[in-house]
């Protein structure tokens, strides 16, 4: 069970979660996309709860981004002010932004939450909720990856280096994943059905929320639970959107 981390949804209250967005700079077109789509998404729904699923930006270096170059202004500014007018943010790390930090968080309102997490709705039932790449178990390539760069000892070392080197370690291992993709097995790169079903039942749940293997829609688990998938988001083509968690099922919007 993650430690310390057990959502409960009060009557009427919205979970409104995204992922994948793979932001690339405040300006870009993909940027003001989402965040006009998340403006008028927050007007519209009035959720308590935007959950930031992974992802969010293309590659995360580290927080100091953020001083050197006061970067963000408008995903910043946004974000601040819908919670500073009540909306709690949580966030949970992607493959490419791990390194988001307390700095991001404070710099936004956010509350940086485990992977996974249980949320629970009003009528009792339970959500694991998790950016997904834990789960792709068979891509043993990545799971490798994923060890090393999720221990602490090796962010503090990676963190120590000028942000120039950083940014280009993490230009080069963006062009070895996609290159890597197009060579890999398109079924190691989905979940391991397996293993979101022990991850469900370890935790006491009843349904699945991720993001990260750009599929989105709706899957049967073989255990019988629900298993819904985020989509990611892209210009051209065109992908976009969002789920809605209430009282009832998942709404895509
Ligand atoms: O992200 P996506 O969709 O392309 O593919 C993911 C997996 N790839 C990754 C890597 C990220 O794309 C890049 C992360 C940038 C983070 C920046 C900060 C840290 C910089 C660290 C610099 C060392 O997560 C991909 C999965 C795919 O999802 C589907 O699940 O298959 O996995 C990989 O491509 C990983 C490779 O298979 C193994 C890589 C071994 C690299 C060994 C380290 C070499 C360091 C090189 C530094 C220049
Ligand atoms: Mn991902």
Known sequence: ???????????????????????????DALTTRFLDWLSQSLQAYKPHWLMLLGDVFEAWVGDDVLQDSQDWPRLRALLQQHHQAGLQIGLVHGNRDFLLGQGFCQSVGARLLPDPF??????????????????????????????????????????????????AQARALREQSQQEKHQKDMAIMDVNPQAVDQAI?????QGMI?????????????????????TDWSIDPPRQGGLLLGESRPTVI
């Open 118 to 167: 249980v949320l629970t709705q009003a009528n009792g039932q339970r959500w694991l909720v998790s950016h997904g790449d834990g789960y792709c178990t068979d891509d043993l390539a990545y799971q490798k990856f994923r060890q090393m760069v999720r221990d602490p000892k090796w962010q503090a070392d990676f963190l120590g280096q000028p942000l120039a080197t950083r940014q």
């Open 1 to 27: 069970m993650s430690p310390g981390v057990a959502l409960q949804l009060e009557p009427r209250q919205q979970v409104l979660f995204v992922s994948d967005l793979h932001l690339l700079e405040d300006g």
């Open 201 to 205: 039942l370890a935790h006491g749940a």
């Open 210 to 230: 991720h993001g990260h293997t750009h599929r989105p829609g709706v899957y049967q688990t073989p255990a019988g639970y629900e298993r819904w998938v985020l």
